[in-house]
């Protein structure tokens, strides 16, 4: 995924004045609960990016909505951003923040999609296998796709591991065409 560089930016110095307090984790739970509050309630989204709200009156929702709340450090960032009426880019920033994170702690993130929905056991084999191959920590998100007709895909980082039916049908097509000819 790339980010603008204002979200870059923004993330990167939380991160590293987040990690400086030995406080990633807390800062990462934060702002994760805000993005997911701005997809479930529509009122505040909308507000976050109304043009018509000017950013004194934006600040003043933040301070009285959060102070004490977040951390400092949340707090002030969104103050920031209010401030600046930048606000929209929060959700940005914050996939940004958790790039870096997990950059410096060597994780990938990916996605496995899969025909049917994988017992516990089969995502944890999945897991071993990608970390394996990547030589790092893997987090996958496992997805159900009604468009595969057996097997799965896994897409982490840059990597695609097809070992889907759909693929192995093509190679066998693609074989016995030039076998024919």
Known sequence: MTFSEVSKRYAKALYELSKAQQKNDVVLAEIRALVQILKDDKIVADFVK????????????????????????????????????????????????????????????GTVR??????????????????????????????EDHSLLGGLVAQVGGWTFDDSLNSHLTRMSEDLNRRAN
């Open 114 to 143: 899969s025909a049917s929905v994988l017992s516990a056991e089969a995502r944890k084999s999945i897991e071993a296998t990608v970390a394996k191959a990547t030589g790092k920590k893997v987090i996958l998100n496992f997805v």
């Open 50 to 109: 109304s043009p018509l709200v000017s950013p004194e009156n934006k600040t003043a929702a933040i301070k009285a909505a959060f102070s004490g709340k977040t951390s400092a450090d949340v707090t002030n960032l969104l103050l920031l951003l209010a401030s600046k009426n930048r606000l929209e880019i929060f959700s940005e920033l914050v996939a940004a923040y958790e790039q870096i994170s997990d950059q410096d702690h060597g994780v990938t993130r």
